[in-house]
């Protein structure tokens, strides 16, 4: 599986000028480390001299980063920073802070350890987002592959939408121009009626045009995997009603050379009159029909079960699964692999401490087989106290994050109280008055340290740059937000299309479902949207029919009486 | 030992104590058909709207006949009193031409048992 890349990494080394070495070699340089967590992938910033900075930390951040994230230009910019990696093979390990090991996902340091990033330039790493396996390198080659024939397709669609609306739009003016450019001297003059049909023309197009524009001019927000019906469909009538005319209009007036001109205009009306239907048409299939809310679905994410519901409409199954992504982005929080699993230190006390040797026993499989079920049944009758360990765990970790956050609130109100706004009437020297990015850096200092270490317990480190804190410091420093509004983003995690866009961990999905994807949905359909590290299972439920009855209630009928507890002496 | 809660009934028969124009009975009754049954502290059953002695006057002819705090008045002289209106029951009960009443009440009792004969 290296070969590929190799050879995609070889031509884009060329204009790089850059050796490198495979990256195996590279691999085997580093004495006994884990491979996943080595390799690290460091965003090049636009300055070639990277490798003599020796600083590169995890948190760098790529500054002038376009918007618009052309796919060929992050592969490419990743495939380059894979290739500066394998020249600095042997510098990567010495990148480290001396004596440090590196920090794994599920290591919480405690309160002894030094971290500076906030002060100094040495560097703290490591960490899962910045490095790759051997499969996601696989997997990047193979999706720099799939795409390419791929966006033919896609553009083949469009283009082809695009000629049939040319040519519907077109067409009436063809009709009402032929018979004055081929016949003129034989056409009967037509006067105001025609004027008249002129004008509907006119703004019946432009209304085309217009309506258009704004249903199909946009910019597509997803690549569906099968051919979008209504849209295929759509454009079948219109074809076929384009022709129709033609085919009249050839025939009736074109070969019999027609005389009276009113009756070409008035068959060029009613084209477009046509063409305006087929538009309203299309407003209802593409947009209305899909409005009022038919089922619910349920969408679960495998990785750590956090799930939410969604009313939809009629949909097909491909375009509820892109819909159902436009929320996932903005309603789950952000999937953290850190937080999955229970601390190593729960779970690994079970399966310690038994051995079973088979005594005399020939078949090899049965063997495996039933000492694995001897060592589970005699772990089973230990004494199980895991959950307790997990429940002691548990407390203690909230404890922790409590005191952090603590800690990082107050740190942080305390920066705050530093700055203020600079007054209209108040005279200063100039050396003293900053813009907002300068601010932010001023106080940046003192809360960097409490902001860190909480960051650290919670896990959320790799998902905050320095970078990305000084640049959220300034904007709410601009925007007169105060401390509580500035945490608000880190004390909660949020959801994923809140990060950077390389947390968003690829837009590439995969839909897997049993029924065609071009089907409507049904109550009870179940499909799956796949990524590399977890999934998005998806359940439909049809929403119940109501029936709603009316009870009318007189205002003067709610009358109340005490409640009687008497006693009577007798 | 262990107590036993059982109920019984009791036949009382009370000799009205007149008292000026007045012939009282010397004790005060709660509950009925139009009460609250589950503010009444001698039901066993909170959905019982039964008439219940809720007071009994020291030495007024109710103690000295037997009635007791808590009996529950099933009839009093033939007529039921389990279905009846607080201001019925209290009705039924101060009849001026009657002078004596005869009640059949319920009674909750509490007894332990008796282990000691057992034992022995």
């Known amino acids: 599986k290296i070969e590929p890349l190799k050879v995609t990494v070889d031509f884009l080394k060329v204009p790089l000028g850059l050796k490198k070495p495979p990256l195996k070699e590279a691999l085997a340089a580093l004495p006994g480390k884990p491979k996943s967590q080595i390799l690290e992938r460091?965003?090049?910033?636009?300055?070639?001299?990277?490798?003599?900075?020796?600083?590169?930390?995890?948190?760098?951040?790529?500054?002038?980063?376009?918007?618009s994230s052309r796919k060929h230009r992050d592969r490419r910019e990743r495939h380059r920073s894979k290739s500066r990696d394998g020249t600095r093979g042997d510098k990567s390990v010495t990148i480290q802070a001396p004596g440090e090991p590196l920090l794994d996902n599920e290591s919480t340091r405690g309160d002894e350890r030094d971290d500076n990033w906030g002060e100094t330039t040495t560097v703290v790493t490591g960490t899962s987002e910045h490095s790759i396996s051997h499969d996601d390198l696989t997997h990047i080659t193979k999706d720099m592959e799939d795409s390419a024939h791929l966006d033919c397709s896609r553009h083949l669609g469009v283009a082809l939408g695009a000629a049939l609306a040319l040519l519907a739009f077109l067409t009436p003016l063809a009709f009402l121009l032929l018979p004055q450019l081929l016949w003129r001297e034989e056409l009967e003059p037509c006067g105001t009626p025609c004027e008249g049909l002129f004008i509907s023309v006119a703004f019946k197009l432009l209304i085309l045009l217009l309506g258009s524009w704004a249903l199909f001019f946009r910019r597509p927000k997803a690549f569906f995997p099968r051919v979008f019906v209504f849209r295929a469909l759509l454009m079948v009538l219109v074809f076929l009603l384009v022709v129709s005319y033609w085919l009249f209009y050839g025939v009736r007036i074109l070969d019999s050379r027609d005389r009276n001109y009113r009756g070409v205009v008035q068959f060029a009306v009613s084209l477009v009159d046509a063409l305006l239907f087929v538009h309203y048409l299309a407003v209802v299939l593409l947009e209305l029909r899909q409005l009022q809310p038919q089922f619910t679905l349920k969408a679960v994410r495998s990785a750590d079960g956090t799930s939410r519901f969604y009313n939809v409409?009629?949909?097909?199954?491909?375009?509820?699964?892109?819909?159902?992504?436009?929320?996932?982005?903005?309603?789950?929080?952000?999937y953290n692999p850190a937080l999955l699993n229970l601390p190593k230190s729960v779970l690994s006390k079970k399966m310690s401490g038994f051995k079973v040797y088979s005594l005399g026993e020939e078949n090899s499989t049965n063997n495996s087989t039933g000492q694995s079920r001897a060592v589970i049944a005699a772990a089973a009758r230990r004494r199980d106290n895991s959950h307790n360990e997990f429940y002691y765990e548990e407390a203690e970790h909230e404890r922790r994050v409590r005191k952090r956050r603590a800690r990082l609130v107050v740190a942080v109100e305390e920066a705050f109280t530093h700055i203020k706004r600079l007054q209209e009437e108040e005279q200063k020297n100039p050396r003293e008055i900053m813009?907002?990015?300068?601010a932010a850096q001023a106080i940046f200092a003192s809360m960097a340290r409490a902001m860190q270490k909480y960051l650290r317990t919670t896990k959320q480190q790799p998902y905050h740059t320095m970078e990305s804190i000084l640049q959220h410091l300034e904007f709410c420093i601009t925007h007169d937000m105060t401390p509580k509004a500035f945490l608000e983003r880190y004390l909660t995690a949020g959801p994923t299309i809140q990060y950077h866009k390389d947390r968003?961990?690829?837009?590439?999905?995969?839909?897997?479902?049993?029924?065609?994807?071009?089907?409507?949905l049904k109550d009870g359909v179940v499909f799956v949207l796949k990524r590399q590290d977890f999934s998005l299972v998806v359940s439909t439920k049809k929403i119940p029919f109501f029936k709603l009855s009316e009870e009318f209630v007189d205002p003067k009928s709610h009358k109340f009486i005490m409640r009687l507890q008497s006693e009577t002496s007798v | 030992s262990y107590l036993i809660s059982f109920s019984f009934q009791q036949r009382i028969e009370i000799h009205k104590l007149r008292q000026g124009d007045n012939l009282l009975l010397g004790f005060s009754i709660g509950g009925g058909i139009d009460q609250d049954p589950t503010q009444n502290p001698f039901s066993e059953d909170k959905t019982d709207k039964g008439i219940y002695v809720t007071r009994v006057t020291a030495g007024g002819p109710a103690e000295v006949a037997g009635l007791q705090v808590g009996d529950k008045i099933m009839q009093v002289n033939g007529w039921?009193?389990?279905?009846?209106?607080?201001?019925?029951?209290?009705?039924?009960?101060?009849?001026?031409?009657?002078?004596?009443v005869r009640l059949l009440v319920t009674r909750q009792s509490l007894q332990k048992a008796v282990q000691q004969s057992m034992m022995s």
């Open chain 2, 80 to 100: 039921d009193m389990t279905m009846v209106t607080h201001d019925q029951a209290r009705k039924r009960l101060t009849k001026r031409n009657e002078e004596v």
């Open chain 1, 42 to 67: 460091h965003k090049p910033r636009r300055s070639d001299a990277m490798d003599n900075e020796s600083q590169y930390s995890g948190y760098s951040y790529k500054s002038g980063h376009s918007r």
């Open chain 1, 504 to 520: 968003w961990l690829a837009k590439q999905w995969t839909l897997v479902s049993e029924e065609p994807v071009t089907n409507g």
């Open chain 1, 313 to 334: 409409g009629h949909l097909s199954i491909q375009r509820a699964a892109v819909w159902i992504l436009e929320n996932y982005y903005h309603d789950f929080p952000v």
């Open chain 1, 435 to 438: 813009d907002p990015r300068e």
